[in-house]
């Protein structure tokens, strides 16, 4: 299997900051990365699909980037919804993997 | 509007089984692969298993291999997970997924249900 390890594993932040949250897979995986939010008792959200694309109607301060096995999740001006947990998740195989994930709490 | 409402979970002694369904609604259900998920309270997401839009060529986590089997019926437009011989550590809320392109096994999951709860105690 793919092992996906995110970084940080917390990452304390204040509204209008810039994060970053990093994910390395143990293979190559091309693009075939995707990001979650999920904010505590609800389903995941899809946020960016094939490592940099964004899903419709999510905000524009959220990018993704990377291929092979770096990727990076970026949140340009943290707004106060963004605070949740957030997941890495490869699908170059048929047995998709997630990240530990990264909670985002307010500084 | 796409909308996955899962039903089965509850609590069931080890060994037991238990089959877990996802009505889909919203949506060309025929067309999309699916998929089962799990998360244990407070812990991470855990992919279970996934089935094509042509129910050809499934898999599985190996963790469940061998005791779980997902399947789909496009008349009622339902996801199905049978759960056999289960385990302890099965205990999660239990998620369906829809992968976002069309006719495709794998993608990002774009629409999620609710989930359900499968606790496995003695």
């Known amino acids: 299997d793919v092992q996906m390890t995110q970084s940080p594993s917390t990452l304390s932040a204040s509204v209008g900051d810039r994060v970053t949250i990093t994910c390395r897979a143990s293979?190559?995986?091309?693009?075939?990365l995707a990001w979650y939010q999920q904010r505590p008792g609800k389903a995941p959200k899809l946020l960016i699909y094939?490592?940099?694309s964004l899903m419709s109607g999510v905000p524009s301060r959220f990018s993704g980037s990377g291929s092979g096995t770096e990727f990076t999740l970026t949140i340009s001006s943290l707004q106060p919804d963004d605070f949740a947990t957030y997941y890495c998740?490869?699908?170059?195989?048929?047995?998709?993997?997630f990240g530990q994930g990264t909670k985002v709490e307010i500084k | 509007e796409v909308q996955l409402v899962e039903s089965g979970g509850g609590w069931v002694q080890p060994g037991r089984s238990l089959r877990l369904s996802c009505a889909a609604s919203g949506f060309t259900f025929d067309n999309f692969g699916m998929h089962w998920l799990r998360q244990i309270p407070g812990k991470g997401l855990e992919w279970v298993a996934g089935i094509p839009w042509n129910s050809y060529s499934v898999n599985y986590a190996d963790s469940v291999k061998g005791r779980f089997t997902i399947s789909r019926d496009s008349a009622n437009k339902t996801l199905y997970l049978q759960m056999n011989n289960l385990k302890v550590e099965d205990t999660a809320f239990y998620y369906c997924a829809k992968v976002r392109a069309e006719l495709d096994l794998i993608d990002g999951f774009d629409f999620w249900g609710q989930g359900t709860m499968v606790t496995v105690s003695s």
């Open positions: 293979h190559h995986i091309y693009s075939w």
């Open positions: 094939r490592a940099s």
């Open positions: 998740q490869q699908y170059n195989t048929a047995s998709v993997t």
